[in-house]
């Protein structure tokens, strides 16, 4: 494919097409592992794509600083998790009553593998952050081990990373030690579970067979209501 | 700009005094103001839970979820092509620019590269979506900050666009039309002349805004200089589209970022502007419609023939692997982090949807604005409850 | 033939009754239909009522009919009393304010040699009613809607009354019948063709005058009280059925109302240029010019009210005090001075 260069192109890090190398990003790459040191447990490159970095827990906040002021990538993108435990639900295409009935086995979920980058634990936070000059992102990772599941938070450095870290701990039950208001944010207050993890169930698959009969149900305080 | 004497700048600071010394006179205990989840200004189950004291904002604090659908645990159990009917319904305004990012993400990690055609056509309709939704931006937020009548404008005139859209794809909100590998179909005939037509009566209808809305003094009166994003503060809590673009920041993904839309092939350009106010969110925003009108039309002129489709599997399984695509969607930038297992379903989807950021925003901005101004500024951030929620 | 005079007072007073019922009512009716109806429909490229009646004319009965029927319904912590009073309130300005209107030479419903003067006096009585309204609703938005509509009136209240003085002082009068008369018999600079109507010599009187109008009426651009984007409907937000009816007869009405009281300070009330200002003629078309007269000023209210974003509360309260109210009174200067010259 052809490029016509655009009229104000300003960046310099888009390669041609036939790319095996990223200088851009591995030079990047050196600089963090020049500051972080050890911190840096694993790595991932696509050429002339994206770039996955997987540090340890405790200097999540560190490169997270660095990042920002260091290297100016100043764009925070988003933050979320990944529990990498296959479901135990199978595909839940349909409900557990037809396949019961239908005498099909769900399968054995598999062994625990992670992406890009490795990993080491079934929880892991994922997060991206860009530098609007070089257009460059990097996706980092943190392994979060299942015994403590806690973070340190993003918010004084990616102010924006509040709602995400929100979401997060709500749908995956990852603490934020350090964020200003952990409080459910999609979910209503008394909800309990985590829905993200794998090991919780699709529930409107689950209850009722597919695809899902409507139905009218009462509203939970129609008897104490005021009347 | 005139210097300012010793002798004014005592007597600014003895004013200032003054007012503070008079304002805490009457202070009051305030009052706790909650807008939505059903309100005329959030169009959508936003709810805004704000402490006032008066007309002026102490704290705003959002609560969203009233919508909240679960789109990442559904796309779980959903196979790749049933993905894209769920994610129509993120952005419900501009519905086929939901698909493209996911499509592609599935593409780059199949190593799929669709027909040039449909590329082409992908890019003419990812940037007519934007058309239809920004166009009712321009008349929602005249309707917001008081004037009634551009609304219907922008109403009868995003018709025209919705009409072509659905002679191609069928539906008119939801089209469903993106594939892994290309596009269901192509152009019905006499499709392209009368999308010129609608892109030179979107030109006319730009005209009309920026006279009747953008011009007008109440409207600059009642939207400059209110609700002021520094650029560093956009980029901190991750604005997009406009909302960045209106801080100053040249940012477009479609430009910085063109994989697998052909924005590159042609001519445009990427409007900023300085002053990071609602103001200048209306600016942008009404000069990325023109700009859009422009690229439909260069498209459609160096439209390449062929297929619309390439070859893929007929039961599509995406390798393993993980990928991230965002284009730059009518809202702002608009993600999609697929984790593949080489199954028939994603095994994580992370949906970055525009406004989630963008409105996160909100609790630093409202502090200390009128009552009035939370509508003028909710409503240049420009959301869609759907693309806050998912 | 038996005179308007040698009716009894009952009589009399029962026949001027109905005439200001009609007078606010058949008005505001009309100005619905023309104006809200299909003017504006017009601007924003729709058809409006097309249904009802032909070209959709009697739609508002059908509105109406609807309205009658709907729940009147109280909020639960309402102050009752008062939210079931307030719109009476509102609407007692109204028709208190159209007794002094004149319709012609002998057509009038109450000839008061302090005309101007009442009808500033009772168009303030609103200001109460819409308070009411705010309070009783024990609803925040309709809370700050009522401050914010009192505010505002009575900001607005004084570039009216002194955009009225200049008027008086060329006039002479305070007698809304001698204003008319005053601008059919008066001449502008010796030339005596159309009269003087004070739309010419007090144009910012006028100017003034219909901005405060405006504000008074809470139409867009001043209708931050109402703010459908932020306030709901700001003191309305409660009311339903019947009530909400009346509150909305009154809007209209109103309009109606200040655009006579506007016409006959300004457009020469139910006088044409060219007839005898005596002639009886003016009892049988008088009414008819002044409803043509209404129709046009209150074209002017609603082709702004739908055209004009809104100004913010202090916008608003500083335009008013920083702007109208110094023109005002420099115009009432000017007059004076004029007035001892000529």
Redesign the interface.
Known sequence: MSRLPPADTTDATDEPPVVVTDEARESLLAGITDELGDAVVGFHIRPGDDLWIRVDRDAWLDIARFLHTGLGFAYFNFLSAIDWMPSPYGRSMDSGVDLTLEGVRVPEPGPVEQGLAGGDTRFQVLARVDDVISNMGITLKVDIPEDDLSLATWVPVYPGANWHERECWEMFGIEFSGHPGLRHLYLPGEFEGNPMRKDYPLLARQVRPWPGIVDVEAMPDDDKADS | MTTVSDQQKLSYIAAQAADARVNLEIESEG?T???GPQ???THGTLRIIARIDG?QVIRADPVMGYMHRGYEKLTEVRTYPQVTTLINRIDWLGSFANEVPFILAAEKLMEVEAPPRAQWIRTILFEMSRIANVVLFLGDM????????PV??AF?DREHVLNQIESVTGGRFHPNFDRIGGLKDDFPKGWIDETRQVMKKMRRFCDEIEV??MD?E??Q??TRGIGVIPADVGLSYGLSGANIRGSGVDRDLRRDNPCGLVHDQIDWKVWTHPDGDSFSRFWVRLQEVRESTGIVSQLLDSLPSGPVMAKVPRIIKVPAGEAYVETENPLGAMGYYIVSKGDLVPFRVKIRSASFSNVSITPWLLQGV??????TILASLYFILGDIDR | MMTLGELAYWELTSLRVAGGLAAVLLVAGTLVYIHLFKL?SF????LGPMEAGPYGSLQLLAEVGKFLQKEDIFPRKADRFVFAAAPFVVLMSTFLLVVVVPGGPDAWFVDNDLGIYLAMAVSSVSVIGVLMAGWGSAN?YSL?GGLRATGQLIAYELPLMLAVVGVVIEAGTMNMQGIVLAQANGSIFGWSGLGNPFLLTQFVGFFVFMIAMQAELTQ??F??PI????L?TGYMTEYSGMRFLMFFIGEFATAGVFSAVAAVLFLGGWYVPGLDATSNVFNVIGPLVMLGKVVFLSFLVFWFR??????????LQRLAWKFLIPIALVNIVATGILKVAF
């Open positions: 009052m103001l909650n807008l309100h005329p200004a007309e005249a309707v917001q900050v008081g004037a009634i009548t219907f404008f009868r009747l809305v007008n109440i409207f009166a009642r009128y009552v009035p101004d939370i509508i | 504006v601007m924003q490229s729709r925040k700050m867009s651009p209708d931050m703010a459908e984007s932020e709901v739908f055209t004009f974003p809104r100004f913010r509360e202090d916008q």
